[in-house]
């Protein structure tokens, strides 16, 4: 099988886990809800190899989820790469001392974040969530990476909405996703 057959295969399977709830959080919108994935432990597995695999040779120096489905997804992927794992979380969450971006949201803002001594000045970092959406989330985590001098090599997401160009927003970036809607 070729990897184009290979990544068809998995955005298949994929697909048969993941089911959608419309008009969740609020009308209007499809929530993608991934837990019937999580609770499969091939499809799981096969999604983790899939977003680790773009990056094997990249040499990550660590992994960063996005609160909060992110960190399912972005731990494994960073075990799988012998890279560590970094939380960016919502505002006040961190315990020590942070970096703070503001993000877009439909209505108005929020906060993401890290804590300063998270990366270190050049490491190699990797950018992983569930869901790119409109982008914003993940624009905000490339804008305090490399605040902090991080070198964001990559963004992997389990599912891209691409009616909602959020790669428009992450320009010159590697961008991959497993499935895409
Ligand atoms: P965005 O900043 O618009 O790209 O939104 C990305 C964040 O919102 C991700 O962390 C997702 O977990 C969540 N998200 C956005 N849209 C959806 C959706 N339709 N289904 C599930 N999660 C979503």
């Known amino acids: 099988m070729t990897d184009d057959g290979a990544?068809?295969?998995?955005?298949?399977?994929?697909?048969?886990?993941?089911?959608?709830?419309?008009?969740?959080?609020?009308?209007?919108?499809v929530f993608?809800?991934?837990?019937?994935?999580?609770?499969?432990?091939?499809?799981f597995e096969a999604a983790i190899a899939g977003l680790a695999g773009p990056f094997a040779e990249a040499e990550i120096g660590a992994v960063v989820g996005i609160e909060a489905r992110g960190f399912i997804v972005a731990a494994p992927v960073a075990l799988r790469l012998d890279a560590g794992f970094v939380p960016v979380r919502k505002a006040g969450k961190l315990p020590w001392e942070?970096?703070?971006?503001?993000?877009?949201?439909?209505?108005?803002?929020?906060?993401?974040?890290?804590?300063?001594?998270?990366?270190?000045?050049?490491?190699?970092?990797?950018?992983?969530d569930d869901v790119l959406a409109t982008g914003g989330t993940a624009a905000a985590t490339v804008r305090l990476l490399e605040r902090l001098g991080a070198e964001v090599v990559g963004l992997a997401f389990l599912i891209e909405l691409g009616?909602?160009?959020?790669?428009?927003?992450?320009?010159?970036?590697?961008?991959?996703?497993?499935?895409?809607?």
């Open 7 to 29: 990544s068809a295969a998995l955005a298949a399977t994929l697909a048969g886990h993941i089911r959608d709830i419309p008009d969740f959080p609020k009308p209007g919108v």
């Open 32 to 43: 993608k809800d991934i837990t019937p994935m999580l609770a499969h432990a091939a499809t």
């Open 98 to 128: 942070i970096e703070r971006e503001e993000y877009e949201l439909e209505y108005g803002t929020d906060l993401l974040e890290i804590h300063r001594d998270a990366v270190v000045p050049g490491e190699r970092v990797l950018v992983v």
């Open 163 to 181: 009616f909602l160009s959020g790669r428009a927003k992450l320009p010159d970036r590697p961008v991959t996703s497993l499935i895409t809607y």
